[in-house]
């Protein structure tokens, strides 16, 4: 079964606008951390957030951590066209040894 | 450029051709990770290496054979594939195995199995 799953699938507004993603997971994780993914590309590592903290800025970039809802979200406050990309959240656990989990990802596009 | 280097950035491959995937990283990273990305499937992670050491294998087929000659180089070693190989597989790397570590990514090999 799969620990984390991006909500929305697909996202399209207008530069300028802020875009929401959220992510829900299953079990209890470390921490989680958000990826950009450029189409065809490795993904960029953007935020890390412990589950001891609640929300974390970097940028244009706001993520918050309701573990009692095993929920985050990832704002990116005034768009801009090269923000376009997928992004993922990867949830942060041991299970044999410590890794992360991906989802499928949000997919945004931002149009000028 | 990352500090992740993935050759080649494109392979087609016919099901009994052998052909091995490299990654490279200078960062002074000690683990190195093979991930699997199928169309609109979460990421899959394939191994994970610890010091030049695996870690995790998750239930890979073996025609998939990964190497760890040392922990700046991680290859994956194809044979025999199917045509539902057919992905990007991403290398990364991270400063040890562990929370707190984010992960460094390539920009992935696109391979075609014919």
């Known amino acids: 079964s799969q620990q984390g799953e991006e909500d929305p699938q697909a996202l399209s507004i207008q530069e300028g606008e802020n875009a929401t993603m959220n992510c829900s997971y299953k079990t209890s994780i470390n921490n989680l951390q958000w990826y950009r993914q450029n189409s065809g590309r490795g993904l960029v590592h953007l935020i890390l957030?412990?589950?001891?903290?609640r929300e974390k800025h970097s940028g244009r970039l706001r993520v918050t951590l309701d573990t009692s809802k095993k929920s985050s979200s990832l704002l990116i406050t005034a768009s801009r066209a090269a923000d376009t990309a997928s992004y993922f959240c990867a949830t942060g656990l041991y299970s044999g040894t410590y890794k992360y989990i991906f989802g499928t990802g949000t997919r945004l596009k931002v149009l000028a | 450029e990352t500090g992740v280097t993935q050759t080649p950035r494109h392979l087609v491959m016919g099901m009994t051709n052998k052909k091995s995937l490299k990654c490279e990283q200078h960062l002074g990273h000690n683990a190195m990770y093979w991930y699997k990305q199928s169309a609109k499937k979460p990421l899959e992670l394939m191994f994970v290496?610890?010091?030049?050491?695996?870690?995790e294998n998750n239930s890979v087929p073996s025609r998939f054979s990964p190497e760890c000659p040392n922990s700046s180089h991680l290859f994956l070693h194809l044979h025999t594939l199917q045509p539902e190989d057919s992905a990007l597989y991403l290398c990364a790397s991270s400063q040890d195995i562990g929370q707190d570590y984010g992960y460094t990514f390539g920009s992935g090999t696109r391979l075609t199995v014919v």
């Open positions: 957030i412990r589950s001891n903290e």
């Open positions: 290496y610890s010091l030049e050491e695996r870690v």
